[in-house]
């Protein structure tokens, strides 16, 4: 299957680019979503896997964040031909607020807007252009709601808060801890995000979203966490607890992983021990 990864460069497109052995579409190799001309090319493509957005929450972004996800990804769903594949990336955030109603967060969970920034609007406005497109056109989809994907350092790749404090612990600089580091949240390694693509891949499923992320046995405190990247570095972290940050929106997030692992038969099959131990240099296999 010819595969294309829309920002194939970045933090998980580097390592997804790799697993399917696919093309990459980015800034970084001389094209752009919002390039009429560069988008041309999805059409060649049995899958596509879009990745690229602009990750900017701050508001003086808003109109940038608004033209990247919204309208790049409008440039690459015009552009896929009949019965290919659409894997978009959106986000667990679209739910804001909501998402603290939920011992562990289904798909029906509100997606109303509640102070999400202009990132996650943008990903939720996205998500409905990706279900016109795909109708209208008759190709595959699915959208992805993610919930912390973590990957092993690439260079040149701004790590999320799991990369960040395993960095810190490697460098023995200080953490800061949101919420004092009560926060519970579920982690998904890269590779089992890969897997979940395949699934949709190998399916009869026309149109799918789901929430992916690693539900509740890969879920644990912020405290936990850092405790958890101790064990399987060896190494000591240094937590800043006399300086903690703000407690996050929403407070507390599990991936209910029901209905991919209904309609899919997906479950991540990487366990925190040995996802994290990744982190720190080690191999999956080892």
């Known amino acids: 299957m010819k595969t294309l990864i829309t920002g194939g460069s970045g933090y998980l497109g580097t390592h997804l680019k790799n697993y399917f052995a696919a093309d990459d579409m980015s800034r970084r190799t001389g094209s752009d979503v919002l390039g009429n001309f560069d988008v041309e090319r999805v059409a060649e493509y049995d899958m596509v896997v879009h990745l690229a957005a602009l990750l900017d929450k701050d508001p003086e972004a808003a109109e940038n964040v608004f033209l990247t996800n919204v309208e790049g ?3 690459v769903l015009k552009h896929m031909k009949p019965d290919a594949i659409f894997v978009f990336a959106s986000t667990k955030d679209v739910y804001g607020r909501f998402a603290d109603n939920h011992d562990e967060v289904p798909e029906s969970c509100q997606a ?34 993610l919930s912390t994907v973590y990957a092993p350092p690439t260079e040149g790749n701004e790590p999320n808060f799991v990369g960040h ?8 600089e200080r953490i800061r801890l949101p919420g004092a580091g009560r926060p519970h949240r579920d982690l998904l390694h890269v590779n089992d995000l890969a897997s ?9 499923i026309r149109h799918g979203t789901y929430n992916l992320g690693g539900g509740k046995s890969n879920s644990l405190s912020l405290t936990e966490l850092v405790g958890k990247m101790e064990e399987v570095s060896g190494l000591q972290a240094i937590v800043d607890i006399e300086n ?6 929403p407070m507390n997030y599990v991936t209910d992983l029901s209905l991919i692992e209904f309609e899919l038969g997906w479950k991540p099959q990487i366990g925190l021990d040995q996802g994290l131990a990744t982190l720190f240099g080690r191999t999956l296999e080892s």
């Open 112 to 145: 109303i807007y509640a102070g999400q920034s202009a990132l996650e609007w943008s990903k939720l406005i996205a998500e409905r252009y990706v279900d016109y497109y795909a109708n209208a056109k008759g190709f595959r989809s699915c959208i992805l709601r």
């Open 244 to 249: 903690p940050l703000p407690d996050p929106v």
């Open 165 to 172: 404090y395993a960095d810190a612990i490697n460098k023995g």
């Open 196 to 204: 979940a693509i395949s699934a949709f891949a190998d399916s009869v």
């Open 73 to 75: 990804t409008i440039n």
